[in-house]
Every structure is written in C-alpha cells, then in structure tokens.
C-alpha cells in the first residue's frame, strides 16, 4: 500500500475514535523501505480477526464515501448559486430556479399591496361610517331648524296680527276719498330720506338677463327662510323660468337649488313673492295669478278691473310693465293705471290670499312719466329716471292722507337701464335689477 493510503487511513483511523496512532518507517530484511503504523482501539481491549477488522475498514470507506457526496453536493449547489447571481447581475435571463425566486419574491409584494389594500378599504369604510353618522346628525339639525323655524314664523304672524290689533284699537283710523286706509305694522317707519349707492350681487349671464326680477319673501314660510332667494330673467316671450336659492351665497355664485316651471307664462319685471306664494302678471291680460312655491300649484287668480296690460300704460322704459306688484310692511299691493285714470298711477291694496281688491286709491302721477314706483310703509315712491346715472326719488304718495308731494332724494343707475325697484320690508333694502345687474341699495327713514 502506498504511504499516502497509509497515512489517509491513519488519519480515518483516528477519526473514528483512536486516542493514539504510531507510525515506524524501517528496511525490512531484503532492505526495501516499509512503513508500519499503529492504532490503540478505544473499545475492545484485543484484537478482532481480519475479517471483522476488513469490515471495519468497508465501513469507514462507505462513510467517507458519503460525507464526499454530500460535500460534492453543496459545492455543486454552490457552484449553481454563484452562476445564478453571475447571470442576474450581468442581466442574463434566469432559469427554472430563478423564475421560481422571482415568483417567491413577486407573491410577498402581492402579499404587501393585499395587506396595504386591505388596511385603506378599513379606513375608507370608517370614513365613509363617519360621513352616514355626520349626514344624519345634520338631516336632523335640520329638521330641528326647520321645526324652529316654521314655529317661529307662527309666533311672527301672530305678533304681527296682535300689534295690527292693538294698533286698530288705539290709532284713529285715517281715510282715503271712499275706504279706510288699510291696517298694518309701520313700526319703524317714516319719509324716505336718503338712498345709498348700489351694491352688485350678481350679473346675469345670457341676454335673457338684460331685464329681470329678484326677490326675497319679507314674511318667509316654511320650507323657506328670509334668505331664500328667487330669480326671473324676463327676456322674451314664454317666460316660465323662476330660479330658487336656498342661501345667499348660491345666488351670488349663480347655483340654483330649484327651478320652478310656471304653468302659465308671465309677463315684464312687476312679480313678488309674499307669504310662500309668488305673485306675477299673466302674460298678455290683466290677470294677477298666486302660485304656491311649496305645492307649485296656482292657488288664486284676479282680473284687476280696467288695468291696462301689455305696453298701454308702461313705467317710461317699456317693457310692458303696465301692473307692477309690491309689498311692504302693511302688505300686498298692485300699481297699475286705466282709461279712467287717464294714466294716472292707480294703487290698489290686494288680499294676499284671495287677490281681491281691498282698497283703491288713485294719484295725480302720470304713470308712463316716472320709470319704476315702490311702496314704503304704505307711501308710492316714484324714481325719475331708468338710465341717468344721477336719477332721483321725484315723487311720494301717501296712502294715510291721499296727497303727494315732489321729492329730490338722490339715485344712482350704476348701469344705466333699470327696470325693476322692488322694496324689501324685513331688510330694509331696495332691490333693482339694472342692465344685466342684481344690485341692492340701504335706504333711510324719519321718523313718524
């Protein structure tokens, strides 16, 4: 055997188990070199026979025979991971193995965006939970508003009627030339004194604003408040249209809430809205109709007895104007003229729920010489001019004594073409609408 098989199964040898080994090299008789060596077993206190020492020997092959394979295995898996990351880092296509880890790693971010999915559908389902909770906490407030404020709107209308009383029982009553003049609140009221420059609101979009009406009810019903606001742009020749706002800010931003379709066409820029119903001039007669908002139903209708209609006694800018509509802190009105008057301006007080007239009076104002008329506190004022930019309130009539008087109260047509000057008695304000323009004015009263 040669002495490198020697000294490897020495080693073995003592692998196994043996504590000391003796290795001899010597000339044996002939004089050749041999080499001995010797190994203390660390179990058996003598010698076994050769075949049980060959078998020892098998087995100890066998087992290096194996520890050898697995060692080749590893370094050939080895061998297999450095070629993989040699061919991913020079961009190599991978093989099975590398499809197999791109999987792996392509399941775990599949895995990370499920889990992160999962956790933004738990936080979108606790908004969306926070938003039905906040909905229904504010459906509610506004049920309560509403309930205030429709029970508020009774107390006002019963307030209103408890000072009319009282006011009945202990003013003396003054007369017009046949009736009584008509009761009412005047609380606060007075000669007009003073008109302030024109705040601009909103400015219609289309030519259909170029004339129009703007209103808002000073004695509000429920479902509406005193910021509810109604828009007609009263070009043309079907005018049905009436815009509704539930707030300021949507009639200055131009959103409506609500658009009513009337079931008759109406006519020029004379209509109201007084008590929850809109008050407007048929188109073509001289019929004033009262549609409900809340029900949009038509709840009364009267023929205002010789009124012109239709451009035969107009304000002094057109626009068939011949019955303009009014409301102030007694009530509801209607300014009109006929061929009896001769053109005069006619004034008569009308039931806001029947339409009948209550009340007449009849001035010495040349209707068709002033360009727009309101009523304060039961006094016609007329303005002298649609497009001066330096106009003046020219004339008052006082329903309480039956006379007028001229006046000089200066007023501004900012735009130049205003064709609607309605008085609104809960702000204490002038609405107009002037070429294209909603504007307000603040007004001052004397005293009484």
């Given at each position: 055997?040669?002495?490198?098989?020697?000294?490897?199964?020495?080693?073995?040898?003592?692998?196994?188990?043996?504590?000391?080994?003796?290795?001899?090299?010597?000339?044996?008789?002939?004089?050749?070199?041999?080499?001995?060596?010797?190994?203390?077993?660390?179990?058996?206190?003598?010698?076994?026979?050769?075949?049980q020492a060959m078998l020892a020997i098998q087995e100890l092959q066998r087992d290096s025979s194996e520890q050898r394979a697995t060692l080749e295995s590893t370094k050939a898996r080895l061998s297999s991971l450095e070629a993989l990351l040699h061919r991913l880092t020079s961009g190599q296509p991978a093989g099975p193995l590398e499809t197999h880890q791109?999987?792996?790693?392509?399941?775990?971010?599949?895995?990370?965006?499920?889990?992160?999915l999962e956790t933004q559908t738990q936080e979108l389902e606790s908004a969306y939970s926070n938003l039905v909770r906040d909905k229904s906490a504010l459906e509610e407030e506004k049920r309560r508003l509403q309930a205030e404020n429709e029970d508020l709107a009774r107390r006002l209308e019963s307030s209103s009627q408890e000072v009319a009383s009282l006011r009945r029982g202990q003013c003396p009553q003054a007369h017009s030339s046949s009736q009584d003049v008509p009761s009412g609140s005047r609380e606060g009221c007075g000669?007009?004194?003073?008109?302030?420059?024109?705040?601009?609101l909103r400015t219609a979009e289309t030519i259909t604003g170029k004339y129009g009406v703007w209103m808002r009810d000073p004695q509000a019903t429920f479902p509406y408040t005193g910021e509810t606001t109604w828009r007609i742009d009263t070009v043309g020749t079907d005018i049905r249209q009436v815009f509704e706002y539930d707030h300021i800010r949507q009639f200055t931003q131009g959103y409506p809430s609500k658009v009513h379709?009337?079931?008759?066409?109406?006519?020029?820029?004379?209509?109201?809205?007084?008590?929850?119903?809109?008050?407007?001039?048929?188109?073509?007669?001289?019929?004033?109709?009262?549609y409900d908002l809340r029900t949009e139903t038509l709840k009364a209708e009267k023929e205002i007895p010789g009124a012109g209609y239709h451009g035969q006694f107009p304000y002094s800018w057109g626009g068939y104007t011949d019955i303009d509509l009014a409301v102030d802190e007694i009530g509801l009105w209607v300014i009109y003229s006929t061929e009896a008057a001769k053109g005069a301006i006619v004034l008569?007080?009308?039931?806001?729920?029947?339409?009948?007239?209550?009340?007449?009076?009849?001035?010495?104002?040349?209707?068709?010489?002033?360009?727009?008329?309101?009523?304060?506190?039961?006094t016609l004022y007329t303005v002298s001019s649609y497009s001066s930019p330096d106009a003046t309130v020219n004339f008052a009539y006082d329903t309480g004594t039956g006379s007028s008087k001229a006046l000089t109260v200066p007023f501004k047509n900012r735009y130049k073409y205003s064709s609607m000057i309605d008085y609104n008695p809960l702000e204490r304000k002038l609405f107009a609408w002037d070429n294209f323009n909603m504007v307000s004015y603040d007004i001052k009263l004397s005293r009484l």
């Amino acid at each position: 055997m040669p002495a490198v098989q020697l000294l490897l199964l020495a080693c073995l040898l003592g692998g196994v188990g043996a504590r000391t080994a003796q290795f001899q090299k010597a000339n044996d008789r002939s004089g050749r070199c041999q080499y001995t060596f010797s190994v203390a077993s660390p179990s058996e206190s003598s010698c076994p026979e050769q075949g049980q020492a060959m078998l020892a020997i098998q087995e100890l092959q066998r087992d290096s025979s194996e520890q050898r394979a697995t060692l080749e295995s590893t370094k050939a898996r080895l061998s297999s991971l450095e070629a993989l990351l040699h061919r991913l880092t020079s961009g190599q296509p991978a093989g099975p193995l590398e499809t197999h880890q791109g999987l792996q790693r392509e399941l775990e971010a599949l895995r990370r965006e499920r889990e992160q999915l999962e956790t933004q559908t738990q936080e979108l389902e606790s908004a969306y939970s926070n938003l039905v909770r906040d909905k229904s906490a504010l459906e509610e407030e506004k049920r309560r508003l509403q309930a205030e404020n429709e029970d508020l709107a009774r107390r006002l209308e019963s307030s209103s009627q408890e000072v009319a009383s009282l006011r009945r029982g202990q003013c003396p009553q003054a007369h017009s030339s046949s009736q009584d003049v008509p009761s009412g609140s005047r609380e606060g009221c007075g000669e007009l004194v003073w008109v302030g420059e024109p705040i601009t609101l909103r400015t219609a979009e289309t030519i259909t604003g170029k004339y129009g009406v703007w209103m808002r009810d000073p004695q509000a019903t429920f479902p509406y408040t005193g910021e509810t606001t109604w828009r007609i742009d009263t070009v043309g020749t079907d005018i049905r249209q009436v815009f509704e706002y539930d707030h300021i800010r949507q009639f200055t931003q131009g959103y409506p809430s609500k658009v009513h379709v009337l079931p008759r066409p109406l006519e020029s820029t004379g209509a109201v809205v007084y008590r929850g119903s809109l008050y407007f001039q048929a188109a073509e007669s001289r019929t004033v109709l009262r549609y409900d908002l809340r029900t949009e139903t038509l709840k009364a209708e009267k023929e205002i007895p010789g009124a012109g209609y239709h451009g035969q006694f107009p304000y002094s800018w057109g626009g068939y104007t011949d019955i303009d509509l009014a409301v102030d802190e007694i009530g509801l009105w209607v300014i009109y003229s006929t061929e009896a008057a001769k053109g005069a301006i006619v004034l008569s007080k009308l039931n806001p729920e029947t339409l009948e007239l209550e009340q007449t009076w009849e001035t010495n104002i040349r209707k068709q010489s002033v360009a727009n008329a309101f009523i304060i506190c039961g006094t016609l004022y007329t303005v002298s001019s649609y497009s001066s930019p330096d106009a003046t309130v020219n004339f008052a009539y006082d329903t309480g004594t039956g006379s007028s008087k001229a006046l000089t109260v200066p007023f501004k047509n900012r735009y130049k073409y205003s064709s609607m000057i309605d008085y609104n008695p809960l702000e204490r304000k002038l609405f107009a609408w002037d070429n294209f323009n909603m504007v307000s004015y603040d007004i001052k009263l004397s005293r009484l």
